[in-house]
């Protein structure tokens, strides 16, 4: 080795290295001119150890890689490698793929590995990484600063929850009529806000620190993949450091000695019922507006038993937290409305084995009711091969509705009332279809008072309805049981059906003058057009759903009539409504013909800007 600066380094660096203590009998000294390098022999009790470079990728959120170096065995296992590296962009499936950090070579048919262990080998190089899902980069890259808890409580502290009283107010402004049901759920919403602010704060804290624990920092990815000497290459120490830190709950002997409980209030679940048309969902749509917490509405119809074809019962939990728009803990704290839950009724008789979409349907639904862990399937993915969200559903309100056809013949057989009609046949069998089938045999067919004394004897048997009627309908025991609130809604009579039509935001009246507006027209109807109206849809017995339908027959011709002619009012009157003459137009004086067609061609112009002026 000559004598330059190059070589006096290069003494200085040995000298170094054997105060070290290296583990190999030789340095390999990179020249800066030329690629060839020159090799500086030692004496054999210097141990000199080479240096290799490990590159650690972190899966970030727009798919870069973060380098960092860090030393490293024989097989070191690099981690994150960036799950969607290249592609288009999209989050579709055919325009990303997984790539090797190390060598860069698409790694294909690996996404169901991927999903149940996360450990990959590249099949060129034979690298080892660990793939990231999106929850766990999610976790990893979004912290929140406050938990859902804290924000519970922050928001009650600006902003109180609404009284009962606020509540009830604005649901009058939309549905007429049902005064009990209305109260009766104004203060369950109330009390839901309520039991919230008392109940999640205390579990509440210590699930989001058990969360921030468990999600993976760089430092614990490391730990993963085997590189930091305080970790093993399975992650068990993070496991285990995790449970460590975890806040301890009082247990066993602790509690037989703590003097001090705390209150946990417990939810009342409800159950609506009543006939058809009486309001019960158009309840749950207008209140779904005015709460601050997630609110799903989901049908019952859908639902089968785990493993068969339809919805399963998860499915309910999936619309709350998509409601929530994928935060675990405000559903948590949200309402369910379960509708048309007479729908999963058992029928005896019919399948001898098991009833898929009955009685199957309510077991499912019972530990749900009363509280548990689902497992609910990600966004965009299934069951089977998607990773779950764990949601506790100990704090979400259910509120369950249904007609429960024929259910009123069910309680005047128990208080062996005799009801309209020539009496109750002695044979009369259990279950949702035997009691419909028995409400048809004895439905009157008779003129308006025979129809509006039936309507108030169903009402009146209705207010004595008992769990024990339920369960002969078709309901479980134990699922009557989970549903202590019983809400009975009334049918509605003619001075109802009246102010339906005219009164509520969104009545049926005031839609069609403002779609006659639209094409320069006015609709007047008459109040004794109105009376005979509700009189044809109590006739029809589907409750205020029959109003639409004769309001759609009777404007037909005016609707077909009216568009781009010189109809300027049309009025309804009681002959109108009972077909014994047509509707009555008012047409605009005559114009000569130069004006008409300049008309015609204004009308098309501005019409978009009758339309608004229509809506206002």
């Known amino acids: 080795m000559s004598c330059c600066t190059c070589t006096a380094a290069a003494r200085v660096l040995l000298h170094t290295a054997q105060k070290a203590g290296f583990s190999s009998t030789r340095v390999q000294l990179f020249a800066l001119s030329r690629p060839a390098s020159r090799e500086v022999h030692l004496p054999p009790h210097v141990r000199v150890r080479s240096f290799s470079e490990t590159v650690v990728c972190f899966a970030a959120k727009d798919g870069t890689p973060k380098d960092s170096s860090s030393d490293g065995g024989k097989k070191s296992m690099t981690d994150g490698g960036g799950k969607r590296l290249s592609g288009s962009g999209g989050s579709g499936k055919g325009g990303s793929q997984l790539r090797c950090p190390k060598c860069g070579d698409p790694c294909t048919h690996v996404e169901t590995f991927v999903s149940s262990t996360r450990f990959v080998k590249c099949e060129k190089c034979h690298h080892f990484f660990v793939v990231l899902s999106e929850t766990d ?124 409980a705390d209150i946990k209030l417990e939810k009342s679940n409800i159950v609506l019922l009543g006939p058809t048309g009486s309001g019960k969902t158009l309840l749950a749509q207008t209140l779904a507006k005015c709460l601050d917490v997630p609110f799903a509405i989901c049908d019952c119809t859908t639902l089968t038993q785990a493993g068969y074809v339809g919805e399963d019962i998860e499915s309910v939990i999936a619309k709350l937290l998509q409601d929530a728009n994928y935060s675990v803990e405000k559903a948590q704290q949200g309402i369910v409305f379960l509708d048309e839950v007479d729908k999963i009724g058992s029928v ?69 009332e005799k009801y309209l009609g020539f009496g109750t046949p002695s044979n009369l069998g259990k279950g949702r279809r035997a009691a419909a089938a028995a409400d048809l045999a004895n439905t009157t067919g008779g003129g308006e008072v025979d129809a509006v004394a039936e309507m108030e004897e169903k009402d009146r048997l209705l207010r004595h309805v008992e769990a024990r009627d339920l369960i002969e309908f078709g309901m479980i025991p134990e699922f009557v049981g989970r549903l202590p609130v019983v809400v009975p809604l009334h049918s509605l009579d003619e001075d109802t059906l009246v102010r339906i039509l005219t009164e509520p935001r969104n009545a049926v009246v005031p839609q069609y003058q403002a779609l006659f507006s639209m094409d320069k027209c006015d609709l007047n109807v008459t109040p004794d057009a109105l009376r005979a109206i509700a009189r044809l849809a109590l006739e029809r017995k589907t409750g205020a759903r029959g109003l639409r339908s004769i309001m759609e027959k009777l404007l037909l011709e005016p609707m077909f009539e009216v568009p781009h002619s010189d109809i300027i009012a049309v009025e309804l009157n009681k002959e109108v409504v009972q077909g014994k003459i047509e509707p009555l137009y008012i047409r605009a004086p005559a114009k000569e013909a130069a004006e008409e067609e300049y008309d015609s061609g204004v009308e098309e112009e501005n019409w978009p800007r009758q339309a608004d002026a229509a809506k206002n």
């Not at 898929?356 to 499912?364: L, P, R, T, Y």
């Not at 530990?367 to 091969?385: A, D, F, Q, Y």
């Open 137 to 260: 980069s999610k976790k990893g890259l979004n912290k929140e600063t406050e938990s859902a808890a804290e924000a519970v409580k922050l928001a009650f502290a600006q902003k109180p929850p609404p009284p009962p009283k606020k509540i009830y107010a604005y649901l009058d402004k939309y549905v007429v009529g049902q005064s009990y049901a209305k109260k009766v759920l104004a203060v369950a919403v109330y009390n839901h806000y309520k039991r919230i602010y008392n109940n999640i704060p205390a579990g509440g804290r210590q699930q989001v620190e058990v969360e921030k624990q468990n999600s993976l920092t760089p430092r614990e990815l490391l730990q993963i993949a085997g590189i930091s000497p305080h970790g093993n290459a399975l992650g068990a120490s993070v496991q285990q450091q995790a449970t460590q830190q975890s806040p301890q709950e009082k247990r066993g002997g602790e509690v037989l000695d703590s003097a001090h």
């Open 348 to 416: 005896p008789g019919i399948h001898q084995l098991r009833d898929v979409g009955g009685e199957g349907v309510q077991q499912g639904l019972l530990k749900l009711l009363e509280g548990t862990i689902v497992n609910v399937p990600e966004k965009n993915s299934r069951k089977l091969r998607g990773e779950t969200v764990q949601v506790d559903t100990t704090n979400i309100l259910f509120v369950a509705s249904g007609a429960f056809n024929g259910l009123d013949r069910i309680i005047s057989r128990r208080k062996n």
